[in-house]
């Protein structure tokens, strides 16, 4: 999960479900399970590229239709480059301001 910058508000921002060796529709489950929790939470299910097509036919079941417009599937370059930048911003944040 990733939290926004008002530590007030724990509600996460974000939430990724990362699949590897799970299957899809776990995650996907967990996903529909946050959301019906009243989160207003963005959704990704992050997987190999050659899962993106089980996941298109998961999402598209009757099961996830709640989330089937709000939860979007990246593969992990994306998220990987994400996490590094957001890496070097706080690295370079914390030089400048001497945190």
């Not at 529709?25 to 996903?31: A, F, P, S, Y």
């Not at 079941?61 to 599937?73: N, P, T, V």
């Not at 593969?75 to 990987?80: A, G, N, V």
């Given at each position: ?23 899809v ?15 207003r ?15 298109d036919?998961?999402?598209g ?13 990246r ?6 480059k ?10 370079q944040?914390?030089?400048?301001f001497g945190?």
């Open positions: 999960m990733w939290f926004g910058g008002d530590t007030d508000m724990l509600v996460p921002e974000f939430a990724f479900e990362v699949e590897h060796t799970i299957d529709t776990k995650g996907l489950g967990r996903l529909l399970d946050l959301h019906r929790s009243g989160q939470t963005r959704l990704f299910v992050i997987l190999p590229i050659d899962k993106m097509g089980k996941f036919k998961e999402v079941r009757s099961l996830f239709r709640d989330i089937k417009g709000i939860c979007r599937a593969t992990y370059e994306p998220l990987i994400l996490y590094v930048l957001a890496k070097e911003h706080n690295l944040r914390s030089e400048f945190e």
